[in-house]
């Protein structure tokens, strides 16, 4: 009975649950934005300020916040963060040489109060290039290890496929039954 009660709730609950997608400019966030949203690719220009949209994926209804990553938008990054329950960022695999830009971001968005209860998702974009770093690899260079008051999990991807992305959501799924 309480399994078909769960069940029948599930349909008729309609809570939102706030995603904050950040990264460096020309990681993909856009492309992995609406790739969830209508499953295919669309030709996206750098994002000024954010794109918002309301994505629902095995009945849970998601608002993503798609953040420009520009160096001169990322000061306004915390305007966005109140009552996010998830933080999703945005590697590009192949930009070796911002890496530790992404680091430094990812460390200033983790000591925000406003993220203090925010899980953390990592997506590892552009797996299907040449010379991409792998999960693990960005894992170690990111220092995910030392993260302790947040939950994370990093996940290999390609925007432009959608592989591993859906198996991202599944982890924040997997979070809100905790």
């Not at 794109?51 to 209804?61: D, L, S």
């Not at 993503?64 to 590697?91: C, H, K, P």
């Not at 530790?100 to 990592?122: G, V």
Request: one cysteine or more; aromatic letters at 10%; charged letters at 20%.
């Amino acid at each position: 009975m309480g399994f078909l009660f769960s069940k029948l709730w599930s349909l008729f609950n309609n809570e939102e649950h706030k995603v904050i997608i950040t990264g460096l400019d020309n990681a993909g966030k856009t492309t992995i934005l609406y790739q969830f949203l209508m499953n295919e690719v669309v030709h996206t220009s750098p994002t000024i300020g954010s794109n918002v949209e309301e994505i629902i994926w095995k009945n849970i209804h998601f608002v993503m916040w798609d953040i420009g990553g520009q160096e001169s938008l990322r000061a306004s990054w915390n305007t966005y963060y109140t009552n996010a329950q998830f933080l999703i960022l945005v590697i590009d695999s192949t930009d070796r040489e911002r890496l530790p830009i992404s680091k430094e971001e990812l460390h200033k968005m983790l000591a925000h109060e406003d993220l203090r209860q925010a899980a953390i998702l990592i997506f590892a974009n552009k797996q299907d290039l040449k010379g991409s770093m792998s999960s693990a690899e960005i894992s170690q260079q990111l220092n995910l290890t030392s993260i302790k008051g947040h939950g994370w999990h990093i996940q290999a991807c390609c925007a432009l496929t959608g592989e591993g992305l859906y198996q991202g959501l599944e982890w924040i799924a997997h979070q809100l039954k905790k």
